[in-house]
């Protein structure tokens, strides 16, 4: 199906544990994000890509890792899950105006 | 860094009845969208608006960029228009968005 699909959408893991979100889009966007969404924050910027191969800091980056090497993937990994990184995790593209999004993947780290 | 507020905090709307979402950000702004992320979390883009006025349906919005705020206006509510709705900012090219704080919407049947 076209579009942008999250994988996994639900992920429970332990504190210390490395967890990767998956995240593909078959639009062949060049720009593609990674968010957060916590009660009380909000929607907050994590991570963007304007291409593969080129990553850059969003407001919240810590404790987080990206890598683009195809257009259509954009990873997002946690080194080393901490309790704080409990959130529902949102990846979006665009070109460049619209921004959509994907449906979201809850993470509940324990 | 860029301040987007977003009024009223809570709204509760009988069905049929019209309505008004405004949006304030602090400075200028190269990139405004409104979304609306329903009961089940899914975040739908609404419009893409910098400037200008434009309409969808029973949806439309208006920025009015040189005043800094944008409004959403929904009629004729339905409760499939539950749910809360985001106005994002861009400062830059390259549509990296800060979002308001939302706007959460119940329509009563």
């Known amino acids: 199906d076209a579009g942008i699909t999250q994988s996994p959408r639900y992920k429970i893991t332990e504190t210390g544990r490395q967890v990767t979100l998956m995240c593909h889009q078959t639009w062949s966007h060049s720009y593609m994000f990674w968010y957060r969404q916590d009660l009380g924050h909000g929607l907050r910027l994590i991570y963007y890509?304007?291409?593969?191969?080129?990553?850059d800091k969003g407001e919240v980056p810590d404790g987080y890792v990206v890598s683009r090497s195809k257009t259509e993937n954009f990873p997002l990994t946690l080194e080393s899950a901490t309790r704080s990184q409990t959130s529902v995790y949102f990846c979006a593209s665009s070109e460049p105006s619209t921004q959509y999004f994907g449906p979201g993947t809850r993470l509940l780290v324990l | 860094g860029i301040q987007v507020e977003q009024s009223p905090p809570d709204l509760i709307l009988q069905e049929g009845a019209n309505s008004t979402l405004r949006c304030n950000f602090s400075?200028?702004?190269?990139?405004l969208q409104w979304f609306h992320q329903n009961p089940w979390g899914q975040l739908i883009n609404l419009f893409y608006?910098?400037?200008g006025t434009k309409q969808n349906g029973r949806l439309s919005a208006t920025t009015v960029a040189t005043e800094r705020y944008s409004l959403l206006y929904i009629s004729s509510s339905q409760t499939t228009d539950s749910g809360v709705y985001f106005c994002a900012v861009d400062l830059e090219y390259g549509n990296k968005l800060v979002f308001g704080a939302g706007t959460i919407l119940r329509v009563k049947s």
């Open positions: 608006i910098p400037s």
């Open positions: 400075d200028s702004v190269n990139n």
């Open positions: 890509s304007a291409a593969a191969d080129i990553t």
